[in-house]
């Protein structure tokens, strides 16, 4: 917005000074970038995260392997939160004891968490694990990948405009300040003789 309202300096004006056209080229120049470069930063920021992302999604996919348990028993009665990214805000998690068999064909035992709200003996439940057998977090999905690379892409064109924002005032500051510096040098100069008769008062 202070870009914008800089560029009411380019009205004609018999008082305007050099110093308030070169600010509202400032602000033209400003208002272009945050118009047209900060989306365009946005866009192949979020492209590339895109593209990461979804190649990350895709090599999960390929390396961590849905596999079922079998309860064997409970070990204790307390429940866990959920991960947010990969279950609903309703679900429970209860640490058990409990068998599977690994996607290269050999069997594992060991406390996992399940899923279910009352586990028993015997209950089956899903499980994601490596070929190997050992238990990892679930994939990432196609979604949320893109969820996450369209936030990039934003938080991305919203810095750039903010940057060129900053520089914009950066640059005004240091006009002001010498302008200022200016006035003091010219009420320096004439200071001395104000007033008198003669001096153009």
Request: glycine share 8%; aromatic share 6%.
């Amino acid at each position: 917005m202070r870009a914008i309202s800089g560029l009411w300096r380019w009205r004609r004006n018999p008082l305007r000074r050099t110093t308030d056209l070169v600010e509202a080229w400032v602000a033209l120049a400003a208002l272009l970038l945050v118009v047209v470069a900060a989306p365009v930063i946005g866009s192949l920021v979020g492209a590339v995260a895109q593209d990461s992302l979804q190649r990350s999604v895709l090599d999960q996919h390929r390396s961590r392997l849905p596999v079922t348990a079998t309860v064997v028993r409970e070990l204790d009665s307390a429940r866990l939160e959920p991960d947010p990214d990969t279950t609903s805000a309703h679900d429970t998690h209860s640490r058990v004891l409990a068998d599977w068999t690994a996607p290269d064909g050999t069997r594992q035992h060991g406390a996992v968490m399940s899923n279910l709200k009352s586990p028993h003996k015997g209950d089956h439940f899903g499980l994601w694990t490596d070929p190997h057998g050992r238990m990892v977090a679930r994939p990432l999905d196609s979604a949320t990948a893109t969820t996450h690379a369209v936030l990039a892409g934003l938080g991305a064109a919203l810095l750039a405009a903010g940057a060129v924002e900053a520089g914009r005032r950066l640059i005004v500051w240091r006009m002001v300040r010498r302008r200022y510096a200016r006035w003091d040098q010219a009420w320096d100069r004439a200071g001395p003789d104000w007033g008198r008769t003669g001096t153009g008062s």
